[in-house]
């Protein structure tokens, strides 16, 4: 059965139109900048390796795992570069994210940070398509991209239960039927999470679930910390705030994430949720800002990279990578 197209009009600032991103032109040449902007990750591994750092985690477990990392974070940076250009957005607000030691280290060294990353940041974009426009494929795009952030990292299942929470109320706002996003954005989740329990009990004996609250006040205030290192992550919150609030619940819902994993002692790190915050804000920018939006946003940008340079979030590995190869 045919379903009737969405008659909700899609406001100009956020239209998603995925054929308008493409640049480059042809695959050749989007491919050969993706190679191009993993060529200086590649050159920061190589370094790190000559100085004696291995890597940990998912990139020391896959072979040429190393290679793997910097062609993904070619390729984040390729597709997120894509949409700054398409959306008309100064290219200046990705400084933050680009020229900054933890871009460096995770994009050489943490596959599992840049895969969560770019999974979680695809998520936010189709949840807030699927609150602006009223579009199911919003909530499907976002499910997906869920389902593989926690084949990555389980704290995104974290980010599927808030998504689901707050959908029912996005749609009690709009006031019309709609699709449950509830249950398409945390179905996949759940039933990738539920394989992955699985075949660690095939092939371990047992299911290791351990759970270590730090405490409600504890777990507030690393979220609270989270967003104190990415003020443009707050700055782009107060534009959804004043232009499309019920699309807001869907872009803080990452640092509900942050604040989920902290109360549940699952894996967490500084490191990851900045890169985080920071992709999804760039995500987030509305289309086509105008010149006093683009000035102010600019701006932060620009206060958010020195802070990030005098006050760097931490993390166990990303300082042994900082001491190893540095000496810091």
Same mark, same amino acid.
Request: charged content about 10%; aromatic content about 10%.
């Given at each position: 059965?045919?379903?009737?197209?969405?008659?909700?009009?899609?406001?100009?600032?956020?239209?998603?139109?995925?054929?308008?991103?493409?640049?480059?032109?042809?695959?050749?040449?989007?491919?050969?900048?993706?190679?191009?902007?993993?060529?200086?990750?590649?050159?920061?591994?190589?370094?790190?390796?000559?100085?004696?750092?291995?890597?940990?985690?998912?990139?020391?477990?896959?072979?040429?795992?190393?290679?793997?990392?910097?062609?993904?974070? !070619?390729?984040?940076?390729?597709?997120?570069?894509?949409?700054?250009?398409?959306?008309?957005?100064?290219?200046?607000? !990705?400084?933050? *994210?680009? =020229?900054?030691?933890?871009?460096?280290?995770?994009?050489?060294?943490?596959?599992?940070?840049?895969?969560?990353?770019?999974?979680?940041?695809?998520?936010?974009? !189709?949840? &807030?398509?699927?609150? +602006?426009? !009223?579009?199911?494929?919003?909530?499907?795009?976002?499910? =997906?991209?869920?389902?593989?952030?926690?084949?990555?990292?389980?704290? #995104?299942?974290?980010?599927?239960?808030?998504?689901?929470?707050?959908?029912?109320? +996005?749609?009690?706002?709009?006031?019309?039927?709609?699709?449950?996003?509830?249950?398409?954005?945390?179905?996949?989740? /759940?039933?990738?999470?539920?394989?992955?329990?699985? /075949?660690?009990?095939?092939?371990?004996?047992? &299911?290791?679930?351990? =759970?270590?609250?730090?405490?409600?006040?504890?777990?507030?205030?690393?979220? +609270?910390? #989270?967003?104190?290192?990415?003020?443009?992550?707050?700055?782009?919150?107060? +534009?959804?705030?004043?232009?499309?609030?019920?699309? *807001?619940?869907?872009?803080?819902?990452?640092?509900?994430? &942050?604040?989920?994993? /902290?109360?549940?002692?699952?894996?967490?790190?500084?490191?990851?949720?900045?890169?985080?915050?920071?992709?999804?804000?760039?995500?987030?920018?509305?289309?086509?800002?105008?010149?006093?939006?683009?000035?102010?946003?600019?701006?932060?940008?620009?206060?958010?990279?020195?802070?990030?340079?005098?006050?760097?979030?931490?993390?166990?590995?990303?300082?042994?990578?900082?001491?190893?190869?540095?000496?810091?």
């Amino acid at each position: 059965m045919a379903t009737a197209p969405s008659t909700v009009a899609i406001p100009r600032w956020q239209r998603w139109d995925a054929a308008e991103e493409r640049r480059p032109r042809t695959a050749g040449r989007r491919w050969l900048l993706r190679l191009a902007l993993a060529l200086p990750f590649a050159a920061l591994a190589l370094q790190a390796g000559q100085q004696g750092y291995a890597a940990t985690g998912l990139t020391a477990l896959l072979p040429g795992g190393v290679l793997l990392t910097c062609l993904t974070t !070619g390729v984040v940076l390729a597709a997120l570069g894509e949409r700054l250009v398409a959306w008309q957005v100064p290219m200046r607000l !990705g400084l933050p *994210l680009v =020229l900054v030691p933890v871009l460096a280290y995770a994009g050489s060294q943490d596959l599992t940070a840049m895969l969560t990353v770019a999974f979680l940041a695809l998520a936010v974009e !189709g949840f &807030v398509h699927f609150a +602006v426009a !009223g579009r199911s494929d919003g909530a499907v795009r976002a499910g =997906l991209a869920l389902a593989a952030a926690v084949l990555c990292d389980p704290t #995104a299942i974290v980010y599927a239960a808030a998504f689901a929470a707050v959908a029912p109320f +996005v749609a009690a706002e709009r006031r019309r039927p709609v699709p449950p996003g509830w249950a398409v954005l945390l179905f996949p989740t /759940l039933a990738a999470t539920a394989g992955w329990a699985l /075949l660690d009990w095939r092939l371990t004996g047992a &299911v290791e679930i351990a =759970l270590d609250p730090r405490g409600l006040s504890a777990a507030a205030g690393g979220a +609270v910390l #989270a967003v104190a290192h990415t003020p443009l992550y707050a700055a782009i919150a107060v +534009v959804y705030a004043v232009r499309r609030p019920r699309a *807001l619940a869907g872009f803080l819902v990452p640092v509900v994430g &942050v604040f989920g994993a /902290l109360l549940a002692g699952l894996a967490y790190s500084a490191v990851t949720a900045y890169l985080l915050l920071t992709v999804v804000a760039l995500v987030a920018v509305p289309r086509s800002p105008s010149r006093r939006l683009g000035a102010f946003l600019g701006t932060v940008a620009l206060a958010q990279w020195a802070l990030t340079i005098t006050w760097p979030p931490t993390s166990p590995a990303y300082q042994d990578w900082l001491h190893v190869v540095w000496g810091f």
